[in-house]
């Protein structure tokens, strides 16, 4: 069967990933392109909260920094096998909100060990038909992450995760988006990157979308 498009957004925290990925899902869907949202996040809300809980400061100080790799590589491992089955079951396209490629940037990131065998880990999975690098300086999303009250960032290591992104082999093939603009701004954009990318299948198996 062949595999419906793939769609991945990345970029640091605060650059607006999820709530891009679900407005382009769900406009994809009002263009007759049957598309689905799939969040594929390594669950560091989750272990820090449960961190605290247990009086430590975080995941990684809850598990130690090597194993909470393996937890984190793990979940998100997960997370993508079911998109991508679920993708391929349902004939939608799958926008993917985080991929593979978020978890080697995050270990360069921290100066994580262990890329080499986490890549051997992600191997099975296709490179997405388009990659949308969501950039925005650093300070900004810093601001915005604050903004959402949930977490915090460090500003040094908001820069060095953009470093680690533009770092990484696959970097070439990004489509960088400029993330500064309003929320309607990037999604205009984003739309206006992906019809181009989206041209060359027939993307919803039956009648033919708006996009054709």
């Known amino acids: 069967m062949r595999h419906r498009p793939i769609i991945a957004l990345l970029g640091v925290d605060g650059s607006g990933k999820t709530t891009q990925a679900r407005r382009l899902a769900a406009w994809l869907n009002g263009q007759g392109a049957p598309a689905r949202y799939f969040e594929n996040a390594g ?3 989750i272990w820090d909260a449960l961190a605290r809980l247990l009086g430590r400061t975080d995941g990684r100080a809850l598990f130690g920094c090597r194993a909470y ?11 993508v096998s079911r998109a991508l089955t679920l993708s391929r079951l349902t004939g939608r396209v799958a926008v993917m909100d985080r991929y593979a490629y978020c978890q080697y ?7 994580d060990r262990g890329e080499r065998r986490v890549r051997a880990a992600f191997r099975r999975f296709p490179a997405p038909d388009l990659v949308c690098y969501l950039s925005v300086p650093a300070g900004l999303a810093q601001r915005r992450v604050e903004q959402r009250g949930r977490d915090r960032e460090e500003l ?3 820069v060095a995760f953009d470093e680690a992104y533009r770092s990484m082999p696959e970097a070439s093939s990004f489509v960088v988006v400029s993330a500064e603009g309003s929320c309607e701004e990037v999604q205009t954009a984003l739309r206006a990157t992906v019809l181009p990318a989206l041209a060359q299948f027939r993307v919803d198996g039956g009648p033919r979308s708006r996009l054709d």
């Open 69 to 79: 790799v393996v937890v984190e590589a793990s979940m998100r491992w997960v997370a």
């Open 156 to 158: 040094d290591y908001l």
């Open 105 to 111: 940037a995050i270990m360069r990131a921290r100066g």
């Open 43 to 45: 669950g560091r809300p």
